[in-house]
């Protein structure tokens, strides 16, 4: 074996057993709480290879995250710290449900593209806040883009309640939904899996492509790897942080968009998903290789779908069976990645 | 001054206490080069850890000690990850809040389900009633007192402040950088465990998923605004705090509109941290080793 593909070796065990390891803390707390840690692992398998039905509804919930976890392989590789995916999907959710209200009637594509060019745009901006504070005023984005998520739950609770709500809805805390034309077409109807995935999973060989086989891609990594000798090579640091960033951002928010035009069709006050942190863990499983996202989310989104699965059990020991018992395996993913990768992940010079 | 005015003052003051335990915990680790995001789920586990105890032992004072005690053990395990395991710091503090988030969030279930089936209320005794004064108000404004006399008149706040600014001379000079960055990470963590006993005991009764609300990323905030000093920090977290209480009198001058502008009102607090950082943070410099693994050798 060569030693890159020994490192490729290495590199792919570390990701199973930390994908493992998440899977087995898990179980053991759910085991520790007094539940039967066999329903949670038969909800998963079920989840996983139950049936064609079961793994579509898997791809759904895995689409969001594929594209946030591209968006974030793509600003972790350049050294950003984009914490604020949620903020940013959440953002191109606000920004498509605005253009799908504006552009209610014309031709069907025409109102597509521009829904989903808005969601592209909503999260570019929120992340174009937080690259412009750590540009030009110093402000580290971990923690900029975190509060901009706390703010952007609200700037959309507050967009939905007073512009965008629907007059008839009891609570007024929902808007209408889109019209037909800014809809993803459905793929597979049982399970409601939308075109959106097609465009998810075609992203990550894209993002591949552009890392590894373009020269911005490589000054992207350089970087991310060493901005000091990056910026010796006269690749302008400071314009690829805030450019990556905007990018990064973008994405997110066209996830947003995808979710909104494909999956829910319509925004609700409250409606911050989490898939923005998720995501963090997806991107760090994968180790930042866009190829790995694929099967990283779908790991996540199966144990998603499998957890919400039993929370609708019939059985009355598993209602109400807490769903943030997901977190507890993306918590343990991500520290156990962290502990089995040698090299640091997201380069080893952050940009101050 | 008039009574109203007085308890939006006292108001304040409380909502402050949490802020003010938690960044000046995260002040210590930072002064030792690590910087800590996982304060937020080390914050709600405390908030867990001591509404839990309280609750089993009946004593809102052993509940303050589990807490604390459980934020100690969670620094200790940051402390592993980074120190001894020079791991990314971001990451690991990332996968410290995804962790509690997760964990006190089924365990609260779980209690709420068997308090419900005894036919009672997960209620902790609160820490008002267990002694005349607010103990932990006095506590926090003690400890920052003291973490400033440590810090700046004390042989190991030198040593502290040195490993951060320096971690090779200070290697050099003979002190084990490894020892001081992990006792900062545990001590530090141990006053974010004590402020989240505050919000289950003391400004609330009760435990509820997700309760520190960012409260633990505000006080990451305030520690730079601070200027990573504990009478900085101190006057921050009073500001925000006062801020805070300024939410509750603006509330009903919403009238008709709270439904519509309530958000606006949640919103303010980190909007008005980010302003701040915008104006602030670019004039301030973080300990030369913020973030930064030590690596024997490796280090210039």
């Known amino acids: 074996m060569t030693a890159a593909g020994r490192q490729r070796a290495t590199a792919l065990a570390a990701s199973l ?31 996983v290879a139950g049936s064609w039905d079961r793994f579509a509804a898997v791809l759904l919930v895995a689409c969001p995250l594929i594209v946030i976890g591209l968006a974030l392989t793509l600003a972790f590789r350049c050294g950003v710290w984009n914490i604020g995916a949620e903020g940013q999907y959440l953002l191109g959710a606000l920004g498509a449900a605005v253009a799908a209200r504006l552009l209610a009637r014309g031709p069907g594509v025409l109102v597509l593209s521009a829904v989903l060019a808005a969601g592209l745009a909503g999260g570019a901006v929120w992340a174009g806040v937080a690259a412009v504070l750590k540009r030009y005023r110093g402000v580290q984005e971990v923690l900029s883009t975190i509060l901009l998520n ?9 967009i939905v309640r007073g512009w965008l709500v629907d007059a008839h809805s009891a609570d007024r805390d929902t808007t209408a939904e889109i019209s037909a034309a800014a809809t993803l077409s459905i793929l597979y109807a049982p399970a409601g899996l939308h075109a959106g995935i097609v465009i998810a999973i075609g992203l990550a060989p894209l993002l591949w492509v552009f890392l590894e086989r373009t020269t911005w891609g490589f000054r992207t990594r350089a970087v991310g790897l060493n901005p000091i000798a990056a910026g010796l090579a006269r690749i302008p640091v400071g314009r690829f942080g805030v450019g990556t960033f905007v990018m990064s951002g973008a994405l997110a928010g066209l996830a947003g968009a995808i979710e909104l035009s494909g999956n829910t069709h319509y925004l609700t006050a409250s409606y911050a998903s989490g898939y923005g942190y998720t995501a963090i863990a997806v991107a760090l499983l994968a180790r930042l290789e866009p190829l790995g996202v694929i099967p990283a989310a779908i790991f996540f989104a199966a144990l998603e779908t499998g957890v919400r699965g039993l929370q609708k059990s ?39 | 001054m008039n009574t109203a005015a007085w308890s939006i003052f006292v108001r304040g003051a409380e909502a402050a206490v949490p802020l003010l335990l938690a960044a000046t915990g995260e002040l210590i680790a ?5 910087i800590n995001i996982g304060i937020e789920g080390t914050m709600l586990a405390g908030a867990f850890a001591g509404a839990a105890a309280a609750w089993w032992s009946g004593s809102a004072f052993c509940g303050a000690a589990a807490a604390t005690a459980v934020g100690a053990a969670i620094g200790l395990i940051f402390a592993l990850w980074t120190v001894a395991g020079r791991r990314d ?31 009672t209320a997960f209620t902790p005794p609160g820490l008002w009633e267990a002694a005349p004064f607010d103990v932990v108000m006095v506590a926090a404004i ?69 309760m520190t609300g960012g409260r633990g990323f505000l006080a990451l905030a305030l520690v730079i605004v601070g200027r990573w000093t ?3 920090v101190f006057a921050a977290a009073l500001l925000f705090g006062l801020l805070n209480s300024l939410q509750e009198v603006l509330q009903p001058a919403l009238g008709t509109h709270v439904y519509l502008l ?15 950082l915008a104006g602030w943070a670019g004039r301030t410099r973080p300990p030369a080793s913020l973030g930064a693994p030590y690596d024997r050798g490796a280090e210039a």
């Open chain 1, 17 to 47: 057993g930390a994908a493992a390891g998440g899977l087995l803390v898990m179980l053991g707390v759910v085991a520790a709480f007094g539940y039967d840690a066999r329903d949670v692992a038969r909800a998963f398998g079920v989840a």
């Open chain 1, 150 to 158: 706390f703010v952007a739950i609200q700037i959309a609770a507050i």
């Open chain 1, 314 to 352: 019939p059985d009355p020991a598993l209602a109400g069976f807490p769903t943030v018992l997901t977190q507890v395996a993306q918590g343990v993913v991500i520290l156990a990645t962290v502990m089995l990768t040698r090299t640091r992940l997201g380069g080893a010079g952050r940009a101050r």
């Open chain 2, 30 to 34: 930072e002064r030792s080069g690590l």
């Open chain 2, 89 to 119: 710091q971001i990451v690991t503090g990332l996968g410290v809040n995804l962790l509690a988030a997760g964990l006190t969030g089924v365990a609260v279930q779980r209690i709420t389900a068997h308090c419900a089936a005894a036919g």
């Open chain 2, 142 to 210: 003690l400890l920052t007192v003291l973490v400033h006399i440590a810090l700046y008149h004390t042989r190991a706040g030198l040593t502290l402040r040195a490993v951060g600014e320096n971690p090779a001379a200070a290697d050099a000079a003979g002190i084990r950088v490894g020892m001081v960055r992990t006792m900062a990470a545990t001590a530090g963590c141990a006053m974010v465990g004590l402020a989240g006993a505050y919000l289950s005991l003391g400004l609330t009764r009760t435990f509820q998923e997700q």
């Open chain 2, 230 to 232: 504990p009478v900085g």
């Open chain 2, 262 to 276: 309530y958000p606006a009102l949640l919103a303010m607090p980190y909007v008005l941290t980010l302003v701040v």
